[in-house]
């Protein structure tokens, strides 16, 4: 079995590579290739090529190992490991040139569910800011080879926080009440549209704390293992690992207070 340290310079590459090939597909013109849940959730050509490069990269590299992506689905291996992928998490911020759109790649042993698996490294790339976020177990968080911390010590009403929306019009007004909710509680809310770097703003401090419903395992499973090696706790619904029904992400203190307001309010989805 490699360390999480080897696995790690295995996705950092991997998604280097993905990266370049992004950037240079979005200076070219983006091409939307199709549309996917609603018609404001689309995929480009370039995510169907960064998640083929990745797939090949990783079956010459690692050919036992399982695949999961956000564009070709999942195929089982037999080592039992499994990466995990977004070519491109915040493909609408892509497609408008929005600065906030990153390639995600991490590895995780066990079965492909966040409700069981344990990530091992994990590499989140902003082709656009040229920053790289990288984590491997127990070996802290860093962004281009500089280690990072979450902010501590911060209250409820002082707390930037970040949230998503779905794509379905009815799960956004629902998310969208919740907001109102919140926002008179803390500092500000903020919505980037990426949460892969949602999670890795936690993790160097530019959030203090994150939460989504919704998020699919390739969204979060690279920015959720590098906040957590930043300090963060992590969690989803009912106390259960971060997932589908619930994502939040932020110091030990702070997710203490943010914790049972997203829990009260999203309990009542189930």
């Given at each position: 079995?490699?360390?999480?340290?080897?696995?790690?310079?295995?996705?950092?590459?991997?998604?280097?590579?993905?990266?370049?090939?992004?950037?240079?597909?979005?200076?070219?013109g983006?091409?939307i290739?199709?549309?996917?849940?609603?018609?404001?959730?689309?995929?480009?050509?370039?995510?169907?090529?960064?998640?083929?490069?990745?797939?090949?990269?990783?079956?010459?590299?690692?050919?036992?190992?399982?695949?999961?992506?956000?564009?070709?689905?999942?195929?089982?291996?037999?080592?039992?490991?499994?990466w995990?992928?977004?070519?491109?998490?915040?493909?609408?911020?892509?497609?408008?040139?929005?600065?906030?759109?990153?390639?995600?790649?991490?590895?995780?042993?066990?079965?492909?569910?966040p409700?069981?698996?344990?990530t091992?490294?994990?590499?989140?790339?902003?082709?656009?800011?040229?920053?790289?976020?990288?984590?491997?177990?127990?070996?802290?968080?860093?962004?281009?080879?500089?280690?990072?911390?979450?902010?501590?010590?911060?209250?409820?009403?002082?707390?930037?926080?970040?949230?998503?929306?779905?794509?379905?019009?009815?799960?956004?007004?629902?998310?969208?009440?919740?907001?109102?909710?919140?926002?008179?509680?803390?500092?500000?809310?903020?919505?980037?549209?990426?949460?892969?770097?949602?999670?890795?703003?936690?993790?160097?401090?530019?959030?203090?704390?994150?939460?989504?419903?919704?998020?699919?395992?390739?969204?979060?499973?690279?920015?959720?293992?590098?906040?957590?090696?930043?300090?963060?706790?992590?969690?989803?619904?009912?106390?259960?690992?971060?997932?589908?029904?619930?994502?939040?992400?932020?110091?030990?203190?702070?997710?203490?207070?943010?914790?049972?307001?997203?829990?009260?309010?999203?309990?009542?989805?189930?």
């Open positions: 079995m490699p360390t999480p340290n080897e696995l790690l310079e295995i996705a950092t590459t991997v998604a280097r590579r993905a990266a370049a090939l992004a950037l240079q597909r979005r200076r070219d983006v091409e290739a199709a549309s996917k849940s609603t018609i404001t959730d689309i995929v480009t050509r370039a995510d169907r090529e960064a998640e083929d490069l990745i797939r090949g990269a990783l079956e010459a590299s690692r050919p036992r190992d399982g695949f999961l992506g956000e564009e070709s689905g999942g195929e089982r291996g037999s080592s039992g490991l499994t995990v992928v977004d070519p491109i998490d915040g493909t609408v911020n892509y497609f408008y040139d929005i600065p906030a759109w990153a390639v995600s790649v991490a590895v995780v042993e066990g079965d492909p569910d409700a069981t698996w344990r091992l490294a994990g590499a989140v790339v902003n082709p656009a800011t040229g920053e790289v976020f990288t984590a491997a177990a127990g070996g802290g968080a860093r962004v281009n080879g500089e280690p990072i911390r979450v902010n501590e010590g911060v209250e409820l009403p002082l707390a930037l926080v970040g949230t998503g929306f779905g794509y379905d019009p009815e799960i956004r007004r629902r998310q969208a009440a919740f907001v109102t909710e919140l926002i008179p509680q803390v500092r500000d809310v903020r919505r980037i549209g990426a949460a892969s770097l949602d999670l890795c703003s936690v993790a160097c401090g530019r959030l203090d704390a994150y939460y989504e419903r919704g998020l699919n395992p390739w969204d979060h499973a690279a920015g959720a293992l590098i906040a957590q090696e930043a300090g963060a706790t992590v969690g989803g619904l009912y106390g259960a690992p971060a997932g589908k029904a619930l994502l939040l992400a932020a110091a030990p203190g702070l997710y203490a207070q943010l914790d049972p307001l997203v829990q009260a309010y999203y309990r009542h989805w189930e």
